[in-house]
């Protein structure tokens, strides 16, 4: 940095006491000054250009800053201080000056038209594919480990659960199964029962509750002669013409007995007659509750065969058949009926049928003996069974 001298300011009047020579001050006089006024004289300034220099009285000693720091040069070239001194920045880039950095500077703007806007990220919704972050290997083998062993877990409950399943059905069929078998060894013990007792008495008897009427003294007569002779409280509850050709009956008449003891499962005992063109019965019939008629609880060949239950019913409606004349056939099932599994009996039913001689002419009879045993199967008590038995005579 260039050393400058201390000179006075410009305007302060000269020394009148003291002539400089022509080339510069005495150099007595200069190598006798000691002080900042002649040490910083501007460099390469003429002393005999200079301005006449002040008195030398006390002011030739004085040190300050305002003669130290006078402009170079004479007058200053820029705004002067207070002091008399002036400050040039520093313009060096790699020392800044500290009031240069503090003002304003021309920064470019961000809105620029010729610069590209920052485009926004696009944004990306809850199912939107995510970047891949890096996962180590390990992290990556245990992934997998645990997904294979939910998929594991996952067939194995569901092993499990057909599993129980075809158990659970196995169980139930095995149960249904032995049901079957259960019921099907009962209804075998109830059919062998019901064999043995073919050839047997019943065991208890029922008390007779009503009589069959005489058939055989209604034939020839006419609807209300017929009704007359029955007696018994007889009322037609029902009527139907007949129209088959050949059929000597143009008309069915039902008669309700109705001072009979009517039974709980097969009702009042009924006659039947039969008319015809000129409304003569030429056919009578009659039917009531083996119960009724004090038969018991008999099986269905122990009433035929050896109670003979036909025979004596026929008998006492006025048609004198002999015993033995009702035969049930040899094979068991041609008057049998059994259920769908083949083992449980559920109807037996008979027809008997053959001539007799009433008053030297020959008529024809016939019956049905009919056992349901429908009821009796549910409750599981043979007592229930119904048993019905129908006899006819014709003139």
């Not at 520093?90 to 806007?117: C, I, Q």
């Not at 199964?177 to 019901?194: F, G, R």
């Not at 099986?299 to 015993?323: C, M, R, W, Y």
């Amino acid at each position: 940095m260039p050393k400058h001298a201390a000179s006075k300011p410009s305007g302060a009047p000269s020394d009148p006491d003291r002539t400089p020579d022509a080339g510069g001050p005495a150099a007595d006089d200069r190598d006798e000054r000691i002080g900042l006024t002649e040490a910083f004289a501007p460099v390469g300034a003429d002393p005999a250009a200079a301005a006449p220099e002040a008195p030398a009285d006390d002011r030739d000693n004085a040190i300050g800053l305002t003669q130290a720091f006078a402009p170079v040069g004479g007058a200053p070239s820029g705004p002067a201080h207070a002091g008399g001194f002036s400050y040039k920045g520093d313009t060096d880039d790699e020392y800044p000056d500290a009031f240069d950095s503090l003002e304003p500077r021309d920064t470019p703007s961000l809105l620029l038209d010729d610069e590209a806007p920052l485009e926004p990220e696009p944004p990306k919704g809850l199912h939107g594919k995510k970047d891949k972050t890096d996962v180590p290997p390990h992290m990556r083998k245990s992934r997998r480990m645990r997904r294979v062993l939910i998929v594991v877990i996952v067939l194995l409950v569901v092993l499990i659960g057909v599993l129980g399943y075809l158990t659970w059905r196995l169980v139930a069929e095995s149960q249904t199964l032995a049901a079957q078998q259960t019921q099907q060894q009962q209804d075998a013990q109830e059919v062998t029962a019901i064999q043995q007792e073919e050839t047997k008495d019943a065991s208890t008897e029922t008390t007779k509750k009503t009589e069959a009427p005489n058939l055989a003294a209604v034939l020839g007569l006419g609807q209300d002669e017929a009704l007359a002779a029955l007696a018994h409280g007889a009322q037609v509850t029902a009527s139907k013409d007949v129209n088959e050709e050949g059929n000597p009956i143009k008309k069915d008449v039902t008669v309700a007995l109705t001072d009979e003891p009517a039974d709980t499962r097969t009702g009042t005992p009924t006659v039947y007659l039969g008319l015809n063109e000129e409304g003569k019965v030429v056919q009578a019939g009659y039917s009531a509750s083996t119960a009724a008629l004090g038969y018991g609880t008999l099986s269905f060949a122990d009433a035929v065969k050896n109670e003979h239950v036909v025979e004596k019913t026929l008998q006492e409606a006025g048609i004198p058949v002999a015993e033995g004349a009702a035969v049930l056939p040899e094979d068991k099932t041609a008057y049998s009926t059994y259920d769908t599994d083949g083992t449980t009996l559920v109807k037996e039913n008979c027809s008997f049928s053959g001539t007799v001689d009433l008053n030297g002419a020959p008529h024809e009879w016939s019956a049905v003996l009919s056992y349901n045993y429908t009821t009796a199967n549910m409750t599981g008590n043979l007592a229930d069974t119904i048993r019905i038995i129908y006899v006819y005579i014709n003139a």
